[in-house]
């Protein structure tokens, strides 16, 4: 998993730095929420938090993306009851996702994203994930942005996964 943030990394950095001196990017700032799916959902009913995301513009309606943020999932109540027992007393389980892709406008509001990367958990012992994120969305002249995805991390043989809504302001 190292080896795929620091290819992430390299490859990120290299795009912006090749491209920095063509157009000037936006960024964006949103807040996020989701129905997490799957199995997972025995233990957590949703998710929330917040990102940042940098769009840069590499050719003609489509730009590389690198977003990161916060999102935290509260275990549902059945499961803090059970864990109880255990002496696990934690209440939700935090992480940061990293991500870059590529997001293409199919007209001048409407886009599809694809993004990839790394969700680290904020628990000890908790490891990292490989990140995978399509979406779409609408990105108004307002600087308004609503996006929907569908976001999963696997780590092993788990998956987390959620249906994500992220309302965003770009400047």
């Given at each position: 998993?190292?080896?795929?943030?620091?290819?992430?990394?390299?490859?990120?950095?290299?795009?912006?730095?090749?491209?920095?001196?063509?157009?000037?990017?936006?960024?964006?700032?949103?807040?996020?929420?989701?129905?997490?799916?799957?199995?997972?959902?025995k233990f957590v009913d949703f998710a929330f938090g917040a990102?940042?995301?940098?769009?840069?513009?590499?050719?003609?309606?489509?730009?590389?993306?690198?977003?990161?943020?916060?999102?935290?999932?509260?275990?549902?109540?059945?499961?803090?009851?059970?864990?109880?027992?255990?002496g696990v007393a934690s209440s939700g389980e935090g992480f940061?996702?990293?991500?870059?892709?590529?997001?293409?406008?199919?007209?001048?509001?409407?886009?599809?994203?694809?993004?990839?990367?790394?969700a680290i958990s904020t628990n000890s012992g908790g490891g990292?994930?490989?990140?995978?994120?399509?979406?779409?969305?609408?990105?108004?002249?307002?600087?308004?942005?609503?996006?929907?995805?569908?976001?999963?991390?696997?780590?092993?043989?788990?998956?987390?996964?959620?249906?994500?809504?992220?309302?965003?302001?770009?400047?």
């Amino acid at each position: 998993m190292k080896k795929i943030l620091l290819i992430l990394a390299l490859v990120a950095g290299t795009t912006l730095s090749t491209l920095a001196q063509k157009t000037s990017g936006k960024f964006s700032i949103g807040l996020e929420a989701g129905k997490i799916t799957g199995d997972f959902s025995k233990f957590v009913d949703f998710a929330f938090g917040a990102s940042l995301k940098y769009n840069h513009p590499i050719a003609d309606k489509m730009l590389f993306t690198v977003s990161g943020g916060y999102t935290y999932l509260p275990y549902n109540n059945d499961f803090k009851t059970a864990t109880l027992g255990f002496g696990v007393a934690s209440s939700g389980e935090g992480f940061v996702p990293l991500k870059a892709g590529i997001k293409y406008f199919f007209n001048s509001i409407v886009y599809g994203e694809g993004q990839l990367g790394a969700a680290i958990s904020t628990n000890s012992g908790g490891g990292t994930a490989f990140a995978y994120a399509p979406g779409i969305g609408v990105e108004f002249g307002s600087g308004a942005d609503l996006g929907i995805r569908y976001e999963g991390w696997s780590k092993g043989s788990t998956t987390i996964s959620q249906i994500a809504l992220r309302i965003a302001y770009s400047f």
